[in-house]
T-cell receptor
Framework: AQTVTQSQPEMSVQEAETVTLSCTYD???????LFWYKQPPSRQMILVIR??????QNATENRFSVNFQKAAKSFSLKISDSQLGDAAMYFC???????????FGKGTRLSVIA | GAVVSQHPSRVICKSGTSVKIECRSL??????MFWYRQFPKQSLMLMAT?????????EQGVEKDKFLINHASLTLSTLTVTSAHPEDSSFYIC????????????FGSGTQLSVL
């Protein structure tokens, strides 16, 4: 079974600084997708960024970028120029190809200090 | 992007009663809906996979007779918590995929169930 591990229960960052959230996963599949979701206090799940495993280029969405290391099964999220609105719970997730569910890590709670 | 509408957002019920939660895909056809449960300060745990026109598939440890799932149309899936007890109090959230959206899954806004 696929598993997703987030080893940092909590992280904090100063406003305008950069922070990296770690994620590793385990799978025997070669074709899959990786995601980072943000869950603010409203608990709405917000897609931050996604990465297709077959793509070598790291995904980027504005201030958010990933470091995808397929051989190491690592998928970290970098948030640049952190803003107060970035404070939330962040979940790393894995999805095998096809009509399959997301498998989530335990999450990292990010605090942004003004 | 695609929208999944989930209702109610919050429900309080007495122990022993049943509660129905609805998830609708508003602008796409969701042949499959995934139901998750999230306890406070924990991650989302998959409860079951709902397929249109067929029986749902439940994860290990999830009681299918307690959590009834119906997916009668391509736009509606329902989760009924039967004979609810305080330990069923949790945040329930659905998600569905639009096959045209490159493997993205779209989430409902969730339902907070509190059983007194």
């Amino acid at each position: 079974a696929q598993t997703v591990t987030q080893s940092q229960p909590e992280m904090s960052v100063q406003e305008a600084e950069t922070v990296t959230l770690s994620c590793t996963y385990d799978t025997s599949e070669s074709d899959y997708y990786l995601f980072w979701y943000k869950q603010p206090p409203s608990r709405q799940m917000i897609l931050v960024i996604r990465q297709e495993a077959y793509k070598q280029q790291n995904a980027t969405e504005n201030r958010f970028s990933v470091n995808f290391q397929k051989a190491a099964k690592s998928f970290s999220l970098k948030i640049s120029d952190s803003q107060l609105g970035d404070a939330a719970m962040y979940f790393c997730a894995y999805r095998a190809s096809g009509n399959t569910p997301l498998v989530f890590g335990k999450g990292t709670r990010l605090s942004v200090i003004a | 992007g695609a929208v999944v509408s989930q209702h109610p957002s919050r429900v309080i019920c007495k122990s022993g009663t049943s509660v129905k939660i609805e998830c609708r895909s508003l602008d796409f056809q969701a042949t499959t809906m995934f139901w998750y449960r999230q306890f406070p300060k924990q991650s989302l745990m998959l409860m079951a996979t709902s397929n249109e026109g067929s029986k749902a598939t439940y994860e290990q440890g999830v009681e299918k007779d307690k959590f009834l799932i119906n997916h009668a149309s391509l736009t509606l899936s329902t989760l009924t918590v039967t004979s609810a007890h305080p330990e069923d109090s949790s945040f329930y959230i659905c998600s569905a995929g639009d096959q045209t959206s490159n493997e993205k899954l779209f989430f409902g806004s969730g339902t907070q169930l509190s059983v007194l």
